[in-house]
């Protein structure tokens, strides 16, 4: 499709609903949403989500709507009708514990909630009814003829809840100004999206990128395919590409890394032409080796719309793979402690900035002052910058790349140690699927790094003597515990947490338990390196 093409197909839209409703009018009989089961075209997407919509708005449901639900048609419906009332969507999991969904429903003061199944903790949820009648207009004065208000660009698109440092979980507010703008260069700019595609939505409901996956497709007359089942696991995703017809989806840097070499060329074979990945540093090789097949590498805090940089991969791309350029409309600065500029080829701060910066942390000021500050480069007084807490650094070639959390700083002996330096090579070791390394102050003999891997099992000295090639010995783990799979979050994101309570430090050679917790994209125990689950 030519430039002039695509950018006809958002010319004069402010909001995603403009571009969603643009697709209700020239697409109804395309197949918006595609399941095992049956499918639901445009035009039942429209009919579905608008009556839904003006039942929230005759409801007077608030501007913020709660959303329970799991990987299902009724969920993306859902998301598609709050929108389309105005409203922001709060997603919610019906796994979290009902306190903690509570307190978050209160401190936004929502009052509906939608959900695709009842809840025992909130019985008046409105459940979301996918199985009515799929034709006909709804009575003048029924409320589901209420008219459908307009959203403007700096009203709330979504919200969605982050760790905080306090115990209580941050709720960030993004204004459907930065998500339209990822959206509008995911299409013009970045080629992550084609009319004819079909995206498999595979990430979890309440992280930002499910925003992207979804509604990136809709509002440009592709398909979202979505699993049975809800979650999908990584023996599963060769077997739902192929019978769901799948041509892009969303891999986690967690499992793509280490999985990656065999998994491509299985999906390229499958017809798949884009995985897009993100999340956590992407550390693997031969990602772009396939001629039919990109991987984008996409980085970005929930506070800056999902993405504010992407890095398309290709034969020349390292191992640890850089986090690219920023997209259209997005300003990035790298600053020192005293926010000043450091030199490019230097480590610092990552800030954001422009079109993709959220509201904040709602009903929270100060937590939101700390972090969204005032940008001192900007052309317009009172815009803002975001402090990501990430260290890069700017390459030659333009592109940045990640050099950890700032957090995740440690000392041993008087040594700054990046865990990430460390990660990266223990999984350049021989036998070394994945790894995780964490500093633990319990062990005998006094704090030092502990190593958890997946892959073929091999002595600790092995390890260590290869190790040493690398790393000074302060970044040499002194214990390793080898693992089934690596646990991971909803968000795709190796659980640090799980991993803390899987060691006794007093235990020379610990045996760690298979993680409980069924996940999204779960890797499997696999001991080839660079191997993919046995089913997949």
């Given at each position: 499709?030519?430039?002039?093409?695509?950018?006809a197909?958002?010319?004069?839209?402010?909001?995603?609903?403009?571009?969603?409703?643009?697709?209700?009018?020239?697409?109804?009989?395309?197949?918006?949403?595609r399941t095992?089961?049956?499918?639901?075209?445009?035009?039942?997407?429209?009919?579905?989500?608008a009556?839904?919509a003006?039942?929230?708005?005759?409801?007077?449901?608030?501007?913020?709507?709660?959303?329970?639900?799991r990987?299902?048609?009724a969920?993306?419906?859902?998301?598609?009708?709050?929108?389309r009332?105005?409203?922001?969507?709060?997603?919610?999991?019906?796994?979290?514990?009902?306190l903690?969904?509570?307190?978050?429903?209160?401190?936004?003061?929502?009052?509906?909630?939608?959900?695709?199944?009842?809840?025992?903790?909130?019985?008046?949820?409105?459940?979301?009814?996918?199985?009515?009648?799929?034709?006909?207009?709804?009575?003048?004065?029924s409320?589901?003829?209420?008219?459908?208000?307009?959203?403007r660009p700096?009203?709330?698109?979504?919200?969605?809840?982050?760790?905080?440092?306090?115990?209580?979980?941050?709720?960030?507010?993004?204004?459907?100004?930065?998500?339209?703008?990822?959206?509008?260069?995911?299409?013009?700019?970045i080629?992550?999206?084609?009319?004819d595609?079909v995206m498999?939505?595979?990430?979890?409901?309440?992280?930002?990128?499910?925003?992207?996956?979804?509604?990136?497709?809709?509002?440009?007359?592709?398909?979202?395919?979505?699993?049975?089942?809800?979650?999908?696991?990584?023996?599963?995703?060769?077997?739902?590409?192929?019978?769901?017809?799948?041509t892009?989806?969303?891999?986690?840097?967690?499992?793509?890394?280490?999985?990656?070499?065999?998994?491509?060329?299985?999906?390229?074979?499958?017809?798949?032409?884009?995985?897009?990945?993100?999340?956590?540093?992407?550390?693997?090789?031969?990602?772009?080796?396939?001629?039919?097949?990109?991987?984008h590498?996409?980085?970005?805090p929930?506070?800056?719309?999902?993405?504010a940089?992407?890095?398309?991969?290709?034969?020349?791309?390292?191992?640890?793979?850089?986090?690219?350029?920023?997209?259209r409309?997005?300003?990035?600065?790298?600053?020192?402690?005293?926010?000043?500029?450091?030199?490019?080829?230097?480590?610092?701060?990552?800030?954001?900035?422009?079109?993709?910066?959220?509201?904040?942390?709602?009903?929270?000021?100060?937590?939101?002052?700390?972090?969204?500050?005032?940008?001192?480069?900007?052309?317009?007084?009172?815009?803002?910058?975001?402090?990501?807490g990430?260290?890069?650094?700017?390459?030659?070639?333009?592109?940045?790349?990640?050099?950890?959390?700032?957090?995740?700083?440690?000392?041993?002996?008087?040594?700054?140690?990046e865990?990430?330096?460390?990660?990266?090579?223990?999984?350049?070791?021989?036998?070394?699927v994945?790894?995780?390394?964490?500093?633990?102050?319990d062990?005998?003999?006094?704090?030092?790094?502990?190593?958890?891997?997946?892959?073929?099992?091999?002595?600790?000295?092995?390890?260590?003597?290869?190790?040493?090639?690398?790393?000074?010995?302060?970044?040499?783990?002194?214990?390793?515990?080898?693992?089934?799979?690596?646990?991971?979050?909803?968000?795709?994101?190796?659980?640090?947490?799980?991993?803390?309570?899987?060691?006794?430090p007093?235990?020379?050679?610990?045996?760690?338990?298979?993680n409980?917790?069924?996940?999204?994209?779960t890797?499997?125990?696999?001991?080839?390196?660079?191997?993919?689950p046995?089913?997949?």
């Amino acid at each position: 499709m030519q430039d002039s093409r695509r950018s006809a197909q958002t010319a004069g839209a402010r909001t995603l609903v403009d571009l969603l409703e643009r697709r209700f009018r020239d697409r109804p009989a395309a197949t918006a949403i595609r399941t095992s089961a049956r499918s639901w075209s445009y035009a039942e997407l429209d009919r579905q989500s608008a009556r839904l919509a003006r039942r929230l708005v005759a409801g007077d449901a608030g501007p913020i709507v709660g959303l329970v639900a799991r990987h299902c048609p009724a969920a993306l419906i859902g998301i598609v009708a709050i929108l389309r009332s105005g409203a922001a969507c709060l997603p919610m999991s019906p796994d979290d514990p009902p306190l903690r969904n509570r307190g978050v429903l209160d401190d936004v003061g929502c009052r509906r909630v939608l959900a695709t199944a009842p809840v025992d903790w909130l019985p008046d949820a409105q459940l979301i009814d996918v199985t009515g009648p799929q034709t006909g207009a709804d009575s003048p004065d029924s409320p589901a003829a209420t008219e459908l208000p307009s959203p403007r660009p700096l009203d709330l698109a979504y919200a969605l809840t982050t760790s905080g440092s306090t115990g209580r979980p941050k709720i960030v507010g993004v204004p459907h100004e930065g998500l339209l703008n990822l959206i509008i260069a995911s299409f013009e700019d970045i080629d992550l999206i084609r009319t004819d595609d079909v995206m498999l939505w595979t990430t979890a409901l309440t992280v930002d990128s499910t925003m992207h996956d979804c509604l990136m497709p809709l509002c440009f007359g592709a398909c979202v395919a979505i699993a049975d089942g809800g979650d999908l696991p990584a023996n599963r995703i060769l077997r739902t590409v192929r019978a769901l017809g799948v041509t892009a989806l969303e891999v986690p840097a967690a499992v793509l890394g280490p999985y990656g070499t065999s998994l491509l060329p299985r999906l390229a074979a499958a017809g798949v032409r884009l995985v897009i990945t993100g999340g956590s540093q992407l550390d693997g090789p031969d990602l772009g080796s396939n001629d039919s097949l990109v991987v984008h590498n996409g980085y970005g805090p929930t506070e800056a719309s999902v993405a504010a940089t992407w890095y398309p991969c290709d034969a020349s791309t390292p191992q640890w793979v850089p986090i690219g350029r920023p997209i259209r409309n997005v300003r990035t600065y790298v600053l020192d402690e005293e926010l000043n500029p450091v030199p490019a080829g230097d480590t610092g701060q990552m800030y954001l900035a422009g079109a993709g910066l959220a509201r904040g942390y709602l009903g929270h000021p100060g937590r939101t002052a700390a972090s969204f500050l005032p940008d001192p480069f900007a052309e317009r007084p009172g815009e803002r910058m975001y402090a990501t807490g990430d260290n890069v650094r700017l390459q030659p070639d333009g592109n940045y790349v990640y050099a950890g959390r700032i957090d995740d700083q440690i000392k041993i002996s008087g040594y700054r140690v990046e865990i990430g330096e460390v990660e990266h090579n223990l999984r350049a070791c021989r036998g070394v699927v994945d790894a995780a390394a964490l500093l633990r102050e319990d062990t005998p003999g006094g704090a030092a790094i502990v190593a958890y891997l997946v892959g073929e099992r091999r002595p600790d000295e092995l390890l260590t003597s290869q190790l040493g090639r690398w790393l000074p010995a302060p970044m040499i783990p002194r214990v390793y515990v080898w693992l089934d799979e690596m646990p991971l979050n909803r968000a795709g994101k190796i659980d640090r947490r799980a991993l803390a309570k899987m060691l006794d430090p007093a235990l020379p050679h610990p045996d760690a338990t298979r993680n409980p917790h069924v996940v999204p994209f779960t890797s499997g125990g696999g001991t080839d390196t660079g191997g993919c689950p046995d089913d997949c």
